[in-house]
């Protein structure tokens, strides 16, 4: 197996997060070219984390071994009313380790009306517990840097006024430590 599939493999399935944003800038977050309507939705955000805690996030990643293409969705929200949904498609590139991917996401509160998104990139590291890959957010690109094994569970991400993280809730962490002991063939995974 290659190093992006090893990393699908493992991440398969359904998961629930809490999320965490930052404004880092609020001088080039006031001057980005970002709309109107997603500077407020992300006032918004900051404001509803600062008032209630963090945000809860489900994601599922529809990943079938053998395929190149497959589905993963994300949905933020609160008091299970969601705030934004992604619905993304992966593309596995045949160098083993690049990671394309399309699709649209959906902002609160018109969460019927589609944004999409131009092709964005990525790659899984060697040691198939890492990936570094573009993420649309409020119509914006992050850069996101995921770290999912059996020590952390977490998914950061970025823009010049913008941070976050989604950190696993702990009994989903267990289901992915428990991912580490399954049958593929010793030699089929990367040295760590």
């Known amino acids: 197996m290659q190093s992006h599939e090893i990393y699908f493999q493992r991440n398969r399935?359904?998961?629930k997060w809490k999320v965490f944003f930052r404004i880092t800038n609020w001088k080039i977050f006031f001057n980005s070219p970002l709309k109107f309507t997603n500077k407020l939705r992300a006032l918004l955000l900051i404001f509803g984390q600062t008032l209630f805690g963090p945000y809860k996030a489900f994601t599922n990643l529809n990943y079938i071994p053998g395929k190149t293409s497959f589905?993963?969705?994300?949905?933020?929200?609160?008091w299970r009313m969601p705030l934004h949904k992604s619905d993304k498609q992966f593309s596995l590139e045949k160098s083993g380790h690049e990671i394309k991917l399309t699709g649209l996401?959906?902002?609160?509160?018109?969460?019927?009306?589609?944004?999409y998104f131009d092709v964005l990139t990525g790659?899984?590291?060697?040691?198939?517990?890492k990936a570094n890959y573009k993420m649309p957010l409020l119509g914006q690109t992050c850069d996101c840097?995921?770290?999912l094994n059996d020590k952390d569970a977490k998914i950061t991400f970025n823009t010049t006024w913008l941070e976050g993280e989604f950190i696993m809730l702990?009994?989903?962490h267990q289901v992915l430590k428990s991912r580490?002991?399954?049958?593929l063939p010793f030699d089929q995974f990367p040295a760590h």
Do not use: M, S
Not at 71 to 78: T, V
Not at 123 to 129: L, R, S
């Open 71 to 78: 589905r993963h969705r994300i949905e933020i929200y609160r």
């Open 145 to 147: 840097k995921t770290i």
């Open 13 to 15: 399935g359904e998961w």
């Open 105 to 115: 996401e959906y902002n609160w509160p018109n969460l019927k009306t589609p944004v």
């Open 170 to 172: 702990p009994e989903y």
């Open 180 to 183: 580490f002991n399954e049958a």
């Open 123 to 129: 790659y899984v590291e060697p040691c198939t517990t």
